[in-house]
Each structure stands twice: as C-alpha cells, then as structure tokens.
T-cell receptor
Framework: EPEVTQTPSHQVTQMGQEVILRCVPISNHLYFYWYRQILGQKVEFLVSFYNNEISEKSEIFDDQFSVERPDGSNFTLKIRSTKLEDSAMYFC?????????????FGPGTRLTVL | QKEVEQNSGPLSVPEGAIASLNCTYSDRGSQSFFWYRQYSGKSPELIMFIYSNGDKEDGRFTAQLNKASQYVSLLIRDSQPSDSATYLCAVKDTGGFKTIFGAGTRLFVKA
C-alpha cells in the first residue's frame, strides 16, 4: 500500500541553524501538507500546498518557514533559523484530491530537536 | 477560532468491552470528519472518515455523526490491549484546506 515517507526520522540542530525536512507524498496525490505536534500537545496545521504554490498557511508559518516541491516527488519544509520552540514532531501529509474525498494520510514524522 | 473538543481521558475499559469516544466541533458548516489513532511517538493513523449523518461501520469500529448536534463519536467493539492509544478527532475546515485536530482521548484497554 502506498505510504508517505519522511526523512530524517530525527534531526538535532543548534539554535539559529537551518534545517530541511523532507517528504515523499503518495505518488498520485495532489495536495500536500505540513503539520507539527509539540510534545503533549495537539497536531497543528502549518501549511498546505497545491499546484506548486501555497494554498493556505497558519499563523505559525512565518517568514522563517518555507516549502518547496523541487521535483515530481519530494516536498520539503525549510526552517531558516531554528528556535528552541521549533522542537516538535513534524508530519507531512498528502491527499489525493479526488472528488468526494479529502482524507489526509500522514507520514511517520521527523522529530526535530533544537538545542 | 474553529475548535474540535475531546475529553482528554484517560478512558479505561476492560478487554472485550465497548469503548466510546466523543468529539464536538464548533463549525456548523463542517462536512468531513475523521478519526485517527496515534500511538506514543508515532504519527496519526487514519481509522475512519465519515461525511453523512448516521452510523458508519468498519470492522470493530463504528463512527457516528450528528451534524445538528455538532457531535462525532467512535465506538470500538471488543476492545483489545492493542487498541490502547490516543484517538484524535479531526474536522476538515470548510473555509480552507487544513484539517483541525482535537487534543485526543487516551484509551487504555486492560487485559
């Protein structure tokens, strides 16, 4: 069964450093998302991406964040200058976009630790 | 601010019993509702989605939707210890692309 994959599974970085989290969505899906979950808290929406552009972003997704689909398979989240409060699990999700369904399937996540 | 509310639990049930998980949402126009299971340290795993009022059954799981009351529930029959996890209720935002998650209900199934 097709799955969303994410790399790395765990990323440790120093405050102020740039990180890039990578995702490979399910191959025929058209909508892509990033969510984050701080330990013990809710899953929070960051950004959605469709047709090679951001379709929606949350207040969390400020100028320090960016997303890109550099080729036909990868979907990346970049944090330019990490802060301690960016430490969280980051989940990529994708949705087929087929009429009548808007189910999002999640990848296994990347645990980001900012020291 | 659109909200999805769940009782955080923990909900503890004996093995073989029915577990009942509840969720309310604030956006009356919502059309798409999801239940995800999340084991500690893992990603949300889709269990069921429901779009229409009434019941939807899939194996041991039944989702129930009442749009008039803005209420979604999940019943797990014949609960197993492996069902012990956090169950996340999620609602598709009518005005955009995102899915809004509740904080989750922790379920413990005692052997």
């Amino acid at each position: 069964e097709p799955e969303v994959t994410q790399t790395p599974s765990h990323q440790v970085t120093q405050m102020g450093q740039e990180v890039i989290l990578r995702c490979v969505p399910i191959s025929n899906h058209l909508y892509f998302y990033w969510y984050r979950q701080i330990l013990g808290q809710k899953v929070e929406f960051l950004v959605s991406f469709y047709n090679n552009e951001i379709s929606e972003k949350s207040e969390i997704f400020d100028d320090q964040f960016s997303v890109e689909r550099p080729d036909g398979s990868n979907f990346t989240l970049k944090i330019r200058s990490t802060k301690l409060e960016d430490s969280a699990m980051y989940f990529c999700a994708s949705c087929s976009g087929e009429s009548g369904t808007d189910t999002q399937y999640f990848g296994p996540g990347t645990r980001l630790t900012v020291l | 601010q659109k909200e999805v509310e769940q009782n955080s639990g923990p909900l503890s049930v004996p093995e073989g019993a029915i577990a009942s998980l509840n969720c309310t949402y604030s956006d009356r126009g919502s059309q798409s509702f999801f239940w995800y299971r999340q084991y500690s340290g893992k990603s949300p795993e889709l269990i069921m989605f429901i779009y229409s009022n009434g019941d939807k059954e899939d194996g041991r799981f039944t989702a129930q939707l009442n749009k008039a009351s803005q209420y979604v529930s999940l019943l797990i029959r014949d609960s197993q210890p492996s069902d012990s996890a956090t169950y996340l209720c999620a609602v598709k935002d009518t005005g955009g692309f995102k899915t809004i998650f509740g904080a989750g209900t922790r379920l413990f199934v005692k052997a």
